[in-house]
């Protein structure tokens, strides 16, 4: 069975810093697309990042452009997501997505999901 888990979520400050990390069991990110959700309560589960695993290609949405990269290590199988200058409208749970298609900016578009890390960020 394939498992994707994330990890990295907490309660910062507006302004803060976090790095979510995303490990795959029985799958090897190379020959996929790992894509970033997030879900704020009442709304929409929301695009947030994707990354290529061949040549590191990357996409992101306008609503975290400049602030968040999605980055690889090979040697770990994990894909992470730097999110710095934090703001309250980034609290959410995010999750990570593997899947074949590029790019890929719809949840429909991903066949693995982890369960999801909270972040919270206080203004």
């Known amino acids: 069975q394939v498992q994707l888990v994330e990890s990295g979520g907490g309660l910062v400050q507006a302004g803060d810093s976090l790095r979510l990390s995303c490990a795959a069991s029985?799958?090897?990110?190379?020959?996929?697309?790992v894509g970033w959700f997030r879900q704020a309560p009442g709304k929409e589960r929301e695009f947030v990042a994707a990354i290529r695993w061949s040549g590191g290609l990357t996409y992101y949405p306008d609503s975290v452009k400049g602030r968040f990269t999605c980055s690889r290590d090979n040697a770990k199988n994990t894909v992470y997501l730097q999110m710095n200058s934090l703001k309250p409208e980034d609290t959410a749970v995010y999750y990570c997505a593997a899947g074949r298609r590029w790019p890929a900016t719809r949840r429909h578009e991903y066949e693995y999901w982890g369960q999801g890390t909270q972040v919270t960020v206080n203004s």
């Open positions: 029985r799958l090897t990110f190379s020959n996929y697309v």
